[in-house]
Nanobody, 111 residues
Framework: QVQLVESGGGLVQPGGSLRLSCVAS????????MNWYRQAPGKQRELVGS???????NYVDSVKGRFTISRDNAKNTVYLQMNSLIPEDTAVYYC?????WGQGTQVTVSS
């Protein structure tokens, strides 16, 4: 088991960018697939995208072309780069792997 801690959220205007980080403590090599989820107010939590150990990633249609997931295994860290943000991206963002959830970081997109 590992501990996952997200950071990097905040308030940003539409069209802006944020980069979220998720740092894992211990046994990072066991986290073959890392996931980013988000949950908007009043909505179900949804899978935003996933990345494998080797860096292959996939995304939900609503963020394709705008979001990029990457990972630095040497730093025990996975990233979510979010560009061209829109208000619909407002949510708490969580990293997840192997049954372990981070505590979440708030992203608010508003003018």
């Amino acid at each position: 088991q590992v501990q996952l801690v997200e950071s990097g959220g905040g308030l940003v205007q539409p069209g802006g960018s944020l980069r979220l980080s998720c740092v894992a403590s211990g046994s990072f090599s066991r986290l073959y697939v890392m996931n980013w989820y988000r949950q908007a107010p009043g909505k179900q939590r949804e899978l935003v995208g996933s990345i494998t150990w080797g860096g292959g990633a996939n995304y939900v249609d609503s963020v394709k072309g705008r979001f990029t997931i990457s990972r630095d295994n040497a730093k025990n860290t996975v990233y979510l780069q979010m560009n061209s943000l829109i208000p619909e991206d407002t949510a708490v963002y969580y990293c997840h792997s192997a049954g372990v959830w981070g505590q979440g970081t708030q992203v608010t997109v508003s003018s």
